[in-house]
């Protein structure tokens, strides 16, 4: 085996994008191939996701959206455990490497490793003849023993839920020309907020310490509505009860509805919130939504956990329960 140049391709391409990243003392500037992460004394939380071309982003979407999409994804993880953000690594799987895409990608990705204070601390770049791939493995902290799983849900908490529902699955449905895309044909406005919605996740990482303090489970919804509350109550033993008309959504996605442009399913099952669902003590639910006010984020309470291993109902307003034929976006 030869030995690889002193000055290859890839550290080139390392030194020049992603060493001014690279903040945190335990990142030896990327000269190391390894990184050292303090734990202060807390515990380490560990996620990972990786964005794909052609499943999780299109061809087409600029660079810049495609880098706070692959970290954001990950800090949404981090909100919904209630962590602080520590730092990530990142693998890169190029086609080729163009500054004109190479640029905007580490810009947008400097920036909001400095916005949501998780440095960049090592990773790896390859090449690939097929689908780009960006697979970021991020990092947070919480106190010993206090990060919130998806198992502490119990029958009679309140189940409450970040943002908006719906409007990133209404997005691609824009920029693949779908039903939503011709309902908002003389909407600019409406579209570019929904097709945002997509590209750029807005992870809530102002409530981590919130959602600690107050939430008994927690996930992040990234796969639907729906289906991920189906998750957490197996996870904890649980079902739930949903008042579909009580799930928040934007006035883009509720005019859609009026309209009978879109179903109310397609935004249950819909994928790409990134908000943060909980199950909240009574007690303890309106704290949490003073936090999210205080935040500037809304907080909206839709249901119940009830106890029974039954999936979640999901109720109009009438009461009667819808039958939805999907609960989420699958990636297979």
């Not at 979407?61 to 602080?84: E, F, H, Q, W």
Request: contains cysteine.
């Amino acid at each position: 085996m030869t030995n690889a140049p002193e000055n290859s391709a890839e550290d080139s391409l390392i030194a020049r994008y992603f060493k001014p990243l690279a903040t945190d003392p335990g990142a030896f500037g990327l000269v190391d191939d390894a990184a050292v992460l303090s734990s202060s004394g807390d515990d380490i939380v560990v996620t990972t996701d990786a964005v794909i071309e052609g499943v999780h982003y299109l061809a087409t979407d600029p660079p810049d959206t495609i880098a706070r999409k692959a970290l954001r994804v990950n800090l949404s993880d981090l909100a919904a455990k209630g962590a602080v953000p520590a730092g990530f690594v990142l693998t890169l799987a190029l086609r080729s490497k163009e500054d004109a895409w190479l640029g905007p990608f580490a810009d947008a990705l400097g920036e909001d490793a400095k916005t949501f204070a998780c440095p960049l601390l090592g990773g790896d770049t390859v090449s690939t003849p097929g689908p780009q791939m960006i697979s970021i493995t991020a990092f947070g902290r919480v106190p010993r023993g206090r990060m919130v799983g998806r198992t502490g849900a119990r029958p009679g908490d309140r189940i409450l839920v970040t943002g908006t529902i719906g409007d990133a699955a209404l997005g691609l449905d824009v920029l693949t020309g779908g039903a939503a895309a011709a309902a908002l044909a003389s909407d600019p406005a409406a579209r570019e907020a929904l097709v945002s919605r997509y590209r750029i996740p807005q992870p809530r990482n102002v409530l981590a310490r919130a959602v600690r303090d107050h939430a008994s489970a927690a996930m992040d919804v990234s796969d639907g509505l729906a289906g991920d509350l189906t998750k957490l109550c197996a996870a904890s033993g649980v079902s739930a009860s949903v008042d579909v008309a009580n799930v928040p959504l934007s006035a883009a996605a509720a005019g859609l509805i009026v309209r009978n442009a879109v179903c109310v399913e397609t935004l249950l099952a819909g994928g790409d919130d990134y908000e943060v669902l909980c199950t909240v003590p009574p007690a303890q639910s309106d704290a949490l939504i003073a936090a999210g006010r205080a935040a500037g984020v809304a907080v909206t309470a839709i249901g119940m956990i009830v106890a029974g291993s039954a999936r979640p109902r999901f109720l109009d307003g009438q009461g009667q329960e819808l039958a939805l034929k999907r609960l989420s976006y699958s990636h297979f």
